[in-house]
């Protein structure tokens, strides 16, 4: 299997490894943080959330930290990333006992959601770190087979945290035990990053690195840098544009899913069979990640990038009209199967047309306002499915909708980016195609 292949490969190298588990860890910790979140939040006999209560744990969870991003950005740009993974770790652990307290004092309220606010926001700095950090671990002809490798890994030991802590749920009957199990594992994942370098990651400075006055004082001027840096490659930005779009359309599908599970194919006196059956399609959306990190780097190999994110866009809308719009469970396990596998396979590619187009002291910057550009994509989803789509999540012109904005993406991203084919950024690091085991052509940097 070229997966395996690939793995195999990449961690021959020490380096790789030993960021591979940080990875690891942190998401295993992540899947089961879920688990909690989704039995106190979602689950509970006492709440049955509708598209307007699922928006706004979306908005609580995601929304400020987009603001805050880029400013996490300029960070990640002057400090040791191998600290920031360290200390991103220990902070999350604290953060989860905190959530403990909190639901261990029955309060759902303002602070439990600044809470877990607080303790997501973290995450997406960490996984910041982590996707700025890979470039030094890897060479540059490996960079699509480990964009390919160490994400959907990571979602697969996310899914295997899931069901760890379903486990530990099931065996404890307690939410507590859940959010202790992942304190626990968070402080796992940090102790995993100490075995780093503390400049191993970059970035790669020619200075001093600022203190922490100075580096907020430059925030401004950082910010107007790394976007002017970014407007002059126009095929990251291209790719950053996609992510939005399928944030968007993909974040209504999942409200329309939760809401399917939650309210429409299971009544409010069977809320372990909704959850399960949820995990179940959750699980058919993580196979489909997997799926996409075995075929991307083959079909970044026989297809340009751009082209190939232009298949998924279009595949995305095809799978989501047929089998999606036939609202049956079978079908929408197999419609979230294959839309898992459109969206990990933009991402895959977007992250590479980032990662080889964006100078490495500008990398921070720019995967922060990745983030912010995909929990705004989310959040904004959700917002507009609370007015749009009914509490059980069937609507035909909500799946019209859906279905019209993958096309339409696909036809929009596909013009744009052959118009930028010349650009200095397609000159200078972002080949036609880009594959395992090719290497990009480095003559305009």
């Known amino acids: 299997m070229q997966f395996i292949r690939d793995l195999g490969r990449l961690l021959r190298r020490g380096d790789f490894r030993r960021l591979f588990a940080v990875r690891l860890s942190s998401q295993f910790g992540d899947g ?24 706004g744990l979306f908005a609580v969870a995601l929304l400020p930290y987009s603001v805050l991003g880029p400013f996490t950005g ?32 029955g309060n759902a309220g303002v602070l439990f959601y600044l809470a877990v606010l607080l303790t997501l926001g973290v995450n997406r700095f960490l ?53 202790g199990t992942t304190s626990a594992v968070y402080l796992v994942a940090a102790l995993l990053a100490l075995r780093l370098g503390r400049n191993q990651l970059g970035p790669d400075l020619t200075g001093r690195e600022p203190g922490l006055v100075e580096a907020v004082r430059g925030i401004a001027k950082g910010l107007v840098d ?39 194919f299971y009544g409010p006196d069977q809320l372990d069979q909704a959850f399960g059956a ?13 799926l996409a990190a075995l075929v991307t780097p083959w079909a970044t190999r026989v297809l340009t990038l751009r082209r190939w994110i232009t298949v998924l866009f ?35 590619s977007v992250d590479t047309l980032v990662q080889t187009g964006v100078d490495d002291v500008y990398r921070g910057r720019v995967f922060s306002l990745y983030d912010m550009i995909f929990n705004v994509g989310q959040v904004s989803a959700a917002a507009l499915g609370a007015l749009i789509l009914p509490d059980d999540g069937k609507s035909y012109p909500v799946l019209a909708f859906i279905v019209l904005g993958f096309a339409v993406s696909a036809l929009v ?24 085991g090719e290497q990009p052509d480095q003559s305009a940097q």
């Open 278 to 290: 949820l995990a179940l399609a959750s699980g058919a959306v993580g196979a489909g990640l997997f």
């Open 127 to 179: 996984l910041s770190g982590l996707s700025a950090g890979l470039p030094h671990v890897v060479d540059t002809d490996e960079l699509v087979m480990a964009n390919a490798v160490t994400p959907t890994s990571g979602t697969a030991f996310f899914l295997i945290g899931g069901g760890a802590g379903a486990g530990v749920k099931l065996l404890a009957d307690s939410d507590l035990a859940v959010l």
């Open 74 to 105: 300029v960070l990640l740009d002057r400090w040791s990333r191998r600290q920031i993974l360290f200390g991103a770790n220990v902070t999350r652990a604290v953060l989860v006992l905190v959530v403990g307290a909190i639901v261990a004092a």
């Open 32 to 55: 089961v943080f879920q688990v909690a979140l989704a039995s106190y939040v979602l689950f509970s006999p006492e709440r049955a959330p509708d598209a307007a209560a699922i928006a």
């Open 226 to 264: 790394g976007g002017r840096h970014l407007r002059e490659r126009r095929q990251a930005a291209l790719g950053l544009a996609a992510i939005g779009s399928l944030r968007f359309f993909f974040g209504l599908v999942t409200v329309a899913m939760i809401l399917l599970y939650r309210n429409e």
């Open 413 to 436: 991203y596909s013009r744009s980016s052959a118009a930028q084919r010349g650009d200095r950024l397609d000159r200078g690091g972002l080949p036609g195609r880009v594959g395992a």
């Open 314 to 348: 279009v595949a995305a809308a095809v799978v989501t009209a047929f089998p999606g719009g036939l609202y049956v469970q079978p079908a929408v396990v197999v419609a979230g199967f294959l839309t898992g596998f459109c969206a990990q396979g933009v991402k895959i």
